[in-house]
């Protein structure tokens, strides 16, 4: 393809040299131009800076190949509404990407329908694939071939303000072992600070397929049980300790008043709101994404806070009953996919090569907020930079330890029948676990028949 572009840019100096008149027609005629769709109001902090690093790349693109052309989509409305845009995209041949930015949550769906192309040929040689860890690879791929690169990975931990665990008597670098822990130390912020929220974990259907992941999904993660679908029988989990432990986990806490109000962990917007949150002290405890303390830094200040006095501190998640390993974590990627059958293959991966370089990748973690997903970029000085120690490093070695949420394309699905029992269980703490269970297992009977359903120890 290299040799075919080649000539045919020589063959069009020679005919631009014959005629102004016919070189112009040529030019026209053979000039590519790449599609490009991306979130505009979900992926980056701000959909300014998704138009700003949209249009660095385009710019990059178009003087590395000039007389073709980058077309930019950007696509606004919550995420889930995106992943519907860009399904209706995929419609019809005139609005079709030829490249997408999205998460790796969704890759098995749009793999499984037949609309990307396999890569791993392509990325085998380039040197920032050789940098990512195992685990992050392995998410982009579906039934055995990679379809996704990631740009940065998103890791989940704990945040707590040192102002409200000091006066509950916890020790300056709290450390649970176990869910109980934090059940217990959210418990004495509740009578050392009653006007705080003592626990801030997110559940509800209205934060999308993203939601699972930084809330019930972490949870799982962390669980006697953590899997969600077995390989070994190709079916999907819709029972087990694992998931009755976090369901007891959401109906303790919302039981006994720890959690922080319906409107804001249920909120399709609950995942950001510990920025402001917690600058206010108004969380104790918050499982919570590698974001937050981005968002405290001048690139992007939702608010701006350097906290000198190291307010808010860090501790891993903890496995439910502090079984081996200790700690567990979910994580999830901003990747970028080429569709089945680009309008021209190599410029498609040219503008994916370009958005993976150093310099646009570390510009992904100050503005989208994601540690970076080669293991030589988290220790650069400009990404540790980004909030003050240990964060920027403590979540990025989240990663080698973290678990990837299933490829299938029907884990939309089971995430969202997992979000509904889990926020049964805040709703109405009455619910029992059995009750919660069955509200898992009965959506996905429906959705994906019961043939397709087990119940795991």
Same mark, same amino acid.
């Given at each position: ?115 990307? +192309?396999?890569? @791993?040929?392509?990325? %085998?040689?380039? /040197?920032?694939? =050789?940098?990512? $860890? *195992? #685990? ?41 072992? +176990?869910?109980? @822990?934090?059940?217990? %130390?959210?418990? /004495?912020?509740? =009578?050392?600070? $009653? *006007? #705080? ?261």
């Amino acid at each position: 393809m290299a040799i075919k572009r080649a000539l045919r840019n020589y063959a069009l100096a020679a005919l631009m040299a014959t005629t102004a008149f016919s070189g112009a027609f040529v030019d026209a005629a053979h000039a590519a131009n790449v599609k490009v769709a991306f979130s505009l109001n979900w992926t980056f902090a701000d959909p300014k800076l998704a138009q700003k690093w949209f249009a660095d790349i385009k710019a990059q693109f178009e003087k590395k190949h000039p007389g073709d052309t980058m077309e930019l989509i950007p696509v606004p409305g919550a995420y889930d509404d995106f992943i519907t845009k860009l399904s209706l995209l995929y419609n019809s041949p005139e609005t079709k990407p030829d490249v997408i930015q999205y998460f790796d949550i969704n890759v098995g769906q749009f793999a499984g329908s037949d609309l990307l +192309s396999p890569i @791993d040929d392509k990325v %085998a040689d380039t /040197a920032w694939w =050789k940098d990512t $860890p *195992d #685990a992050v690879k392995d998410a982009g791929k579906y039934d055995g071939q990679v379809y996704s690169v990631a740009q940065g990975i998103n890791t989940y931990g704990i945040l707590f303000d040192r102002t409200l665990t000091d006066k509950a008597g916890l020790p300056k670098d709290w450390s649970p072992k +176990s869910w109980n @822990d934090i059940l217990d %130390a959210a418990r /004495a912020i509740k =009578k050392t600070s $009653p *006007d #705080a929220s003592p626990l801030y974990v997110i559940t509800g259907t209205s934060q999308g397929t993203f939601g699972v992941v930084a809330g019930p999904g972490l949870l799982l993660s962390a669980s006697s049980t953590p899997t969600i679908y077995d390989p070994a029988t190709q079916k999907w989990v819709v029972d087990s300790k694992g998931i009755r432990e976090v369901l007891d986990f959401y109906k303790t806490a919302a039981a006994e008043g720890l959690l922080a109000p319906t409107s804001q962990i249920m909120d399709p917007n609950g995942a950001t709101h510990p920025a402001e949150a917690l600058h206010g002290h108004k969380f104790g405890i918050t499982l919570t994404g590698n974001w937050i303390p981005i968002f405290w830094s001048k690139d992007i200040c939702a608010p701006c806070w350097d906290d000198k006095e190291e307010t808010i501190g860090f501790a891993k998640v903890p496995t439910s009953q502090g079984q081996a390993p200790g700690t567990g974590a979910s994580f999830n990627g901003v990747v970028l996919s080429m569709s089945k059958n680009p309008s021209d293959p190599e410029l498609a991966w040219s503008a994916i090569d370009i958005m993976q370089q150093k310099q646009n990748m570390l510009n992904i973690a100050a503005w989208v907020a994601v540690a970076p997903p080669t293991t030589g970029l988290t220790t650069d000085a400009s990404y540790l930079a980004l909030s003050r120690p240990p964060f920027q490093k403590a979540f990025a070695d989240l990663a080698s330890s973290s678990r990837a949420m299933p490829s299938q394309p029907e884990f939309p699905i089971w995430g969202n029948a997992f979000q509904q029992a889990t926020q049964a269980m805040v709703l109405k703490p009455e619910t029992t676990i059995d009750q919660g269970v069955e509200i898992l297992r009965s959506y996905m009977a429906t959705q994906v028949g019961e043939d397709n359903l087990e119940t795991l120890p």
